[in-house]
């Protein structure tokens, strides 16, 4: 179980104490996790910044990285994962040939991109999907994306990248809509030299209208269908859980 906490507007630790405990109810139990412990931990993403800073370091070293000074704009997300209503824009490269790098010696005051290398074919066997495949490039699926927010919050790429890495995780498990943040994130395990995991992207749960469910779109919560009477049982039935 890992806390994905890093967004300081949106995380407080009442959600975390929340989904632990709505999770709990469901009946799911792991072995690692805030709550447990564990060998790679902490497991709070809020509490890794070590890592994360290391990781930016020797991605800046190593030239995969600029510094931009374009609008906040485009930022609100980044923090956390994209979905298919709002992926990231793709970034036109305003910032890609600034030469005053050397004047950045932490990341904190300005946003940090990851150069894409232009219209390379990026290309996955998924366990659910099959062959993905991706065009990185300002002119095709995606741009220089962010690793790290002017406000000094690590970006959600750069983040799963490093904590699937340092916990050792094998299989990512996620919704159909990061594929393209998959396609973003081999790129950054490549730059790092870290083992590709296998990935198995699942179709999304909808609501009944069917729109992605999202908490800011006040969607069913666990949380909500557990204060109405229903039973672990029958939410695990209503998810098509085997
Ligand atoms: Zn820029």
Redesign the pocket.
């Known amino acids: 179980m890992r806390n994905e906490d890093l967004d300081p507007q949106r995380s407080r630790a009442e959600f975390a104490l929340a989904m632990i405990e709505d999770l709990h109810w469901l009946g799911i139990r792991w072995s690692e996790g805030p709550d447990c412990g564990g060998p790679y931990g902490p497991y709070s993403q809020s509490e890794r910044r070590a890592h994360y800073l290391e990781a930016w370091r020797r991605l800046r070293k190593g030239g995969f990285l600029y510094p931009?000074?374009?609008s906040r704009r485009d930022l609100a997300q980044a923090a956390s994962a994209p979905n298919e209503a709002d992926d990231e824009p793709v970034?036109p490269g305003?910032?890609r040939e600034r030469k005053d790098m050397d004047e950045f010696t932490e990341p904190a005051g300005v946003?940090w991109?990851f150069r894409v290398p232009e219209s390379e074919v990026v290309e996955f066997a998924d366990l659910n999907l099959g062959r993905q495949r991706c065009v990185a490039g300002t002119n095709f699926d995606f741009g220089d994306f962010l690793v790290w927010r002017r406000d000094d919050v690590p970006a959600y790429q750069l983040a799963v990248v490093i904590d699937d890495a340092a916990m050792r995780i094998t299989e990512v498990v996620r919704g159909a809509d990061l594929l393209k943040s998959t396609a973003r994130q081999l790129l950054l395990l490549r730059a790092l030299g870290y083992a590709v995991p296998e990935y198995f992207h699942c179709d999304l749960v909808r609501g009944v209208a069917g729109v992605r469910l999202a908490k800011r779109h006040d969607a069913l919560s666990i949380r909500h269908l557990r204060e109405s009477g229903i039973t672990p049982q029958q939410v695990l039935e209503m998810a098509g859980w085997p």
Request: aromatic residues 12%; glycine residues 0%; positive net charge.
């Open positions: 931009c000074v374009c970034y305003t910032c946003n991109r």
